[in-house]
Each structure stands twice: as structure tokens, then as C-alpha cells.
């Protein structure tokens, strides 16, 4: 059994949907990052950076004590290794695997939750923040419209953990982007949509997300008024 420590954002997502394609038996333990959740005490423990998700496995490989993980991107590491599912076959699959995923995790989600943050939530608009995020987003789904122009996903033609890692991102109208300027991604988008687990991973955030009380100021103060104190 793996404990999910979670709230229904991108990179909560990230991990409910290779648990479901995998089945791999979870129990989701919510992370209300609107409250401050994220900074109790016994999540600290487990992932130092107060961010969620972050994963302990009662049951490792290694037979051992439970293992704890945070960071989206090496959770997915983690749990492909776990499983030997979608992590990429030998050296050469592998290796498409692990660079669209560090792409993912250094590129695309810093670049498009700034977009959020500036055009959402920011307290004033920023006209320059605005359009340079925009900006950056347009260009960050030109490459990944590019990527799919010749192959069905991310790293080639099966489904892997780099797809998981971009997925959740991608939302075009939120992030000032036609769909139909990126049709290569739109057709990908659109059929991981449709996976069965796709659907549970995202029914299991939507039941979750109905506990979330809309975003206040003082919510905005909490996720995004943190320093070292």
C-alpha cells in the first residue's frame, strides 16, 4: 500500500494517474494546501519542501523499512521502477523517457504555473509578467506540438511517465492558448483524456476538490507569502 499525501493540482495529478494505470493500491491523504496543510509538522517529515504530493511505500522493493519520496518527477521515477511499467524500454527508451521528463519538471511546469500565478492569482496585473509567461507558454507547446507531429506520445509511440508528467498542464484556455494552433498536441491531449484511468485519476481529484473553499486572500497568503520563516 502507498500513502498519497495529495491535493488535486498538476502535480498531484501526475501521480493518481500512474497509480491507476498500474493499479497500484493507494490511499489518498489529503493535503488541503489552502489551509496550510502542507506545513504540519508530520508532512515536513516526509517532504521538506512543503510542496505536494509526496508518496511513503509500506511495502519497497527492498523489502525494508516504508520509503518516502517528494517531487512529482522522481515520485514517477520511483514508481516506475517499482513497477517496471512506463518508464521507458532499454537504454535508447530510457533515455527519451528521462529528458522530456527533467524537460517537464524544469521547463514546462515552472513556466506555465508562473502563467497561472500572474494572470490568476497575482494581487495586481503585471503586464509584463502576464505576456512574458504567456509568451513562454505559446513557445513551450510549440515544442511539444512539434515532438508529436510523428510519433502517438511523448518519448515515442507508448505511453509513459513523460506523458504523465506534461498532461495535467496543458490547459489551453487557461494559459492564453488556441488549441486549434497545436493540433499534433490537441490529438495527444485528447487521448490520454480518454484513457479509462484518466478518468479515475481525475474522478478522484474532482471528489477531493469539492472540500476546497474558494481561493480567499488569506489562502493566497498562505500558498504564496512563504520565505524561510
Do not use: C
Amino acid at each position: 500500500m502507498i500513502d498519497l499525501h495529495y491535493w488535486p493540482t498538476p502535480n498531484g495529478h501526475k501521480v493518481t494517474l500512474f497509480l491507476e494505470e498500474t493499479a497500484t493500491p493507494y490511499e489518498i491523504k489529503p493535503v488541503n494546501i489552502g489551509t496550510g496543510e502542507q506545513f504540519q509538522p508530520d508532512f515536513l517529515r516526509i517532504a521538506p519542501n512543503n510542496r505536494m504530493p509526496a508518496i511513503v511505500d509500506h511495502a519497497p522493493a527492498d523489502g525494508g523499512e516504508p520509503v518516502s519520496v517528494f517531487e512529482s518527477g522522481a515520485i514517477l521515477l520511483y514508481l516506475a521502477d517499482k513497477t517496471g511499467r512506463f518508464g521507458g524500454d532499454g537504454l535508447r527508451g530510457r533515455a527519451e523517457v528521462l529528458q522530456w521528463l527533467m524537460w517537464q519538471m524544469g521547463g514546462l511546469g515552472p513556466m506555465l504555473g508562473q502563467n497561472h500565478h500572474f494572470t490568476r492569482y497575482a494581487p495586481e496585473k503585471v503586464p509584463y509578467a502576464i505576456d512574458r509567461y504567456v509568451r513562454e507558454t505559446n513557445r513551450l507547446y510549440g515544442v511539444l506540438d512539434r515532438r508529436l507531429a510523428d510519433r502517438a506520445f511523448v518519448a515515442g509511440e507508448d505511453y509513459t511517465i513523460a506523458d504523465m508528467a506534461a498532461y495535467p498542464w496543458i490547459l489551453p484556455e487557461a494559459q492564453g492558448q488556441d488549441p486549434a494552433d497545436f493540433p499534433h498536441l490537441a490529438r495527444w491531449h485528447a487521448a490520454i483524456q480518454a484513457r479509462p484511468a484518466t478518468e479515475r485519476a481525475y474522478a478522484k481529484g474532482k471528489a477531493i476538490q469539492s472540500e476546497q473553499a474558494p481561493m480567499t486572500e488569506e489562502a493566497k497568503k498562505v500558498l504564496f507569502g512563504q520565505g524561510t520563516r
